[in-house]
């Protein structure tokens, strides 16, 4: 009976490893490609640029990679307001798209590291778990 429990035991935590690995930026970066294409690409377009005036480009963007963590909480929480893209203003409303915190570190891997924008940053479910709604109220 001993040896049942232990051998069951052990297959559970093989296949549970399996089901909480971690995964590389390459995998979020595929990840967050899907999850832009459903949720993202509607205003910010396929090629990043946005709509000038009125959807802010997310390709060479300024306040994208200069203000991670507000970018994170603007996909987590939603975003309403004026703030500046590349010297340009926009003052509108992004709402909260319901994702998780792995979908939102997904999507940001992916945004960070597309349309020739690049960063070493891999950002994490855990990172994106810490990030307070007052950040963009």
């Known amino acids: ?17 399996f089901l909480f690995q971690n995964k590389t930026k390459k995998e979020s970066i595929n ?19 946005g709509v000038f005036g009125v959807f802010p480009p997310l390709k060479a963007s300024d306040y994208l990679l200069e203000n991670t963590n507000l ?13 500046i893209v590349n010297n340009e203003e926009y003052n509108g409303v992004m709402i909260r798209q319901g994702l998780d915190n792995e979908e939102v570190a997904d999507v940001m891997n992916y945004i960070l ?9 891999f950002i994490t479910p855990n990172q994106v778990s810490k990030i307070p709604k007052s950040l963009v109220e």
Not at 1 to 17: N, Q, R
Not at 40 to 46: M, N
Not at 74 to 82: F, Q, R, T
């Open 31 to 49: 990840a967050g490609s899907e999850i832009y294409q459903d949720f993202c690409l509607q205003c910010h377009l396929s090629t990043g640029n």
């Open 1 to 17: 009976m001993k040896i049942i429990v232990l051998i069951y035991l052990l297959i559970l935590g093989i296949f549970s490893s």
């Open 71 to 83: 970018s994170i909480a603007g996909i987590k929480y939603g975003l309403k307001g004026k703030i």
């Open 113 to 121: 590291n597309e349309w020739g924008n690049e960063t070493t940053d």
